[in-house]
Nanobody, 111 residues
Framework: QGRPVEAGGGLVQSGASRRLACVIP????????VDWYRQGPGKKRDLVAT???????NYSTIARGRFVISRDNARNTIYLQMNNLNVDDTAVYYC?????WGQGTELTVSS
């Protein structure tokens, strides 16, 4: 299986929304669980959200109520829709599956 490739980061203002995408090469159906993590400046990498093969989701406290993880199996893509962003959401966002990490996509939220 290949390395996931994230996209969608950038610079946004506080209160804005942003959607990140993670494309996983190869057959997505071999993997039950795909995660989004994030690492803010000077912080450890934290789990944001998880989705399994059946579409069941789980969210960390930081994401619950604002973020939505979803998957498009036809496109081998996992999405992270993030709403009502604030400066604390500034981080590099990583996609992870089967022990394989993407290179990350950087999101900066300005006040």
């Amino acid at each position: 299986q290949g390395r996931p490739v994230e996209a969608g980061g950038g610079l946004v203002q506080s209160g804005a929304s942003r959607r990140l995408a993670c494309v996983i090469p190869g057959s997505l159906f071999r993997w039950n669980v795909v995660d989004w993590y994030r690492q803010g400046p000077g912080k450890k990498r934290d789990l944001v959200a998880t989705i399994d093969e059946g579409g069941a989701t789980n969210y960390s406290t930081i994401a619950r109520g604002r973020f939505v993880i979803s998957r498009d199996n036809a496109r081998n893509t996992i999405y992270l829709q993030m709403n009502n962003l604030n400066v604390d959401d500034t981080a590099v966002y990583y996609c992870h599956y089967g022990g394989i990490w993407g290179q990350g996509t950087e999101l900066t939220v300005s006040s």
